[in-house]
């Protein structure tokens, strides 16, 4: 049980208590504020278009605060009938660890998941699964999985502020200190990274049980953001341009350990953002660990989540949906704002969530990607010939509703046609 108040290892790590302010001096640039726009527009569609949403993508999004209310409603549920539904069992400690952090991030309470089915404490789950790690750890002198999971169990953990946080943390910390946080015999910039957030959030407990904790975390941090220093590229680039992210996280809530000069934020930030002009994260894993940094906030921001509503800046749309062939016939037309780049997709979503009563839909997915096939419970069928057909201005669209980007201001119709 933590039990001491430890003053010397909260004064040493006193710049760290507001995890984000210190990216407040390498913010990203008004003229290319688009590109992070993007990015977000880029993890919500794909966080749409997932049956079930990666933990990490919503997360980044929520640290954005880049969705609506209604929308990160959607997300969170289907996030909990996948963690209610599945066998956690089945799970990793740490893709457990990522679902506690996601789902508190959304202001949910990881400890309370509920469906109509299912409760589910995912915390207990979580606490089981790292004790699975340390048994292993003791008895056979390696871990169930690896350090990259045990730093995310232990950072979730923290998050959560359980007691069983401290046997994790000084088996990660030592680990650290005895460079064990290698992947392929080279130092993982990704785990050291996650580990030192992890570390930094147990140093900000209130309590703290013992003083040998204390001095291990100390230098742990301190040889890992040195590590990850030593990772870094002529081009600002640390370790890879995947790792990057997680590593501008890191030396963001460390950097009372290294010297002002140790590192230049805004050269690293530059070189991502080049790269993001390129297409370098169109994958939604890499984009979920980039996204953070760029708006100045980090993992360790989950512990005091933004619950209000907000998309920030976006596009205007009129979306009609008609029928005119089976009864009762019907014409309804809504305006919805959504995110700069969205699909149609979320168009469609924007107007269930105001008016569900009237824009309700369903999808099937399909080798070209989502396809509608009810709208307002009208459904298309093959032996009718019916189908629910997509027009931009009285045009057809050739694209999907996963793949085709409206425009702002555009007219969009949804008509149930014969064909």
Known sequence: MFFAA????CIFFTVIQAASLSAGTCSVPDGQQSLVTGLQSQLVNAAILQSSPDPSVLMALNLAEALDLCMKTQLVEKMKETVAEKN??????????????????????????TTPQHTVNLVNVLEEKTKEEINSFYDHGTLKTTYYQLALDTLALCVEKSLEVEEASIILAKAALADDLEFGGHFSVDTGAVASLALTCVSEMSKIQQRELVKVIEEALAKMTKQILGEEHGNGIIGNIYSTGLAMQALSVTSEVYGSGAWSCVKTKEKVLNEISLGAFSNPAAAAQILPSLVGKTYLDVRDPTCSSGSGSGITVQYTITNGIVGPNFSYSIIVNVPKDSVLLIVLNAARCAKPNKFSFRTEQTSWGPMVVSINNIQASTNEKTYWQFLSGGTPIDQGVGSYKPV?????????SLY
């Open 6 to 9: 430890v003053t010397h290892l």
């Open 88 to 113: 956690t069992k089945e799970m990793t400690s740490g893709k457990v660890a990522l679902y506690v952090l996601a789902l508190r991030s959304s202001c949910e309470n990881p400890k309370d998941v």
């Open 408 to 416: 702002n201001g555009e007219h969009i119709e949804a008509i149930f």
